[in-house]
Structures are given as C-alpha cells and as structure tokens.
C-alpha cells in the first residue's frame, strides 16, 4: 500500500453506535490512512458506489435484513473493490465464505488490524507465489493507460477505480514483468501490440 494514498473503506451498518465505533477503530490503526464513509442504509450505499470509487467495504451481513453480496457484485462490478462482513449476530458459515475477510464487532482493534492487513497484502504475497502469471485485461488497460502518459488519477477516473488499486495493479505489473521504468514498459506495450507507437508519441 502507498502510505500517502487514502484508504476509502466504506461502512455499510445500520446502527449509529457501531457505524461510529468502527470508524474511530479505523483511524487509530497506524499507517492504514484510512478515510472511513459511513452509510446507513443500502439506499445510500447503492448511491454512494455508483458515484465513488472504494478500496473495502465492510457491511454487517444483516445490513438491510440480508445483503446479497453476489448480486451486488454482478451489479456494480467493481474490480478490486475488498469485502469485509462485520459479524454482529450467528452467521451461517456459507455466506461468510462469500466475503474476502470479516471479523466480529467484539474483536480488538489488533485483530482488525490484523485482518485489514491480511486483506491488502493477500493480493501481493498471490503474485509473489506465481511470477509468470500472464497479465490480467485490466493489468494491460493500466498499461496502455501508463503508456500514454496518464496519470494514476486520470486512470482511476477513466476504468472507475480507486488510486490506491490503480497502484496496487500497477506494482503487481512490475513484478510480473520485472520491468521497473516508463521506457522499459512502453518498449513492452510496443511489442506485445497493445498500443501503436502512433498512440504514444506524443508522450515520448
């Protein structure tokens, strides 16, 4: 993670007191730089990802009676987006599968913090253990972005990310390639075709 890149965890959880409890926990966690929004309601959550970019969501899984994670997935979407179901009651074992982390509301905050890390490492530690994995289609779209001179905010708007995931692909591309500066990677996107030297003269 980038320690100067906010962190955009939003908090789907109906009750004030919980809501509140979990963004001062987040605040205090050390370098996380998090930048908590709260919503009440899946109303303002459905309203709030189609207008803002999120790097987690962490949603009680009774929030709005049951949430369906999977549809709201195949809604919006949102690649790169983490889910985090904050355990407040007994939760089939089932549905907790479908998130990438949770963690119950009487967790310590070094549990939390334990379990958020965990999350944003896993995709790093992933491509450390295969290297010569091919590169994914959005992986080459931040290239070819790259490439043309974009920077990481004009690429977050134009794919609908967020900065810190733009980053994080972007680190994840110069592992797999070992290829560590704009020219090398432009001399790459030239040769495996994924833009024309038409396209990026401008930026040379």
């Avoid at 999977?70 to 074992?93: L, R, T, Y």
Wanted: hydrophobic letters at 40%; charged letters at 25%; proline letters at 3%.
């Amino acid at each position: 993670m980038n320690h100067n890149t906010s962190l955009k965890i939003v908090i789907a959880e109906t009750s004030v007191i919980l809501r509140s409890g979990l963004t001062a926990v987040l605040r205090r966690i050390p370098n996380l730089n998090a930048h908590p929004i709260e919503v009440s309601s899946p109303e303002s959550l459905q309203n709030y990802i189609h207008m803002q970019p999120a790097d987690i969501i962490i949603i009680n899984p009774t929030f709005g009676g049951w949430f369906d994670l999977p549809a709201f997935k195949a809604e919006h979407g949102k690649s790169g987006v983490k889910f985090i179901a904050m355990v407040c009651s007994v939760i089939d074992n089932n549905i907790l599968k479908e998130y990438d982390e949770n963690f119950a509301m009487c967790d310590d905050v070094d549990v939390i913090t334990s379990k958020i890390n965990h999350l944003l490492h896993t995709e790093e530690e992933e491509e450390k253990d295969g290297e010569q994995e091919t590169l994914s289609q959005r992986e080459k779209e931040i290239i070819t972005c790259v490439v043309k001179g974009m920077t990481n905010k004009a690429i977050a708007d134009k794919l609908y990310l967020s900065i810190h995931t733009v980053i994080t692909h972007r680190r994840n591309i110069a592992r797999k390639l070992q290829i560590h500066s704009p020219a090398g990677l432009t001399i790459y996107a030239i040769v495996n075709k994924l833009v024309e030297l038409s396209d990026i003269k401008d930026s040379l």
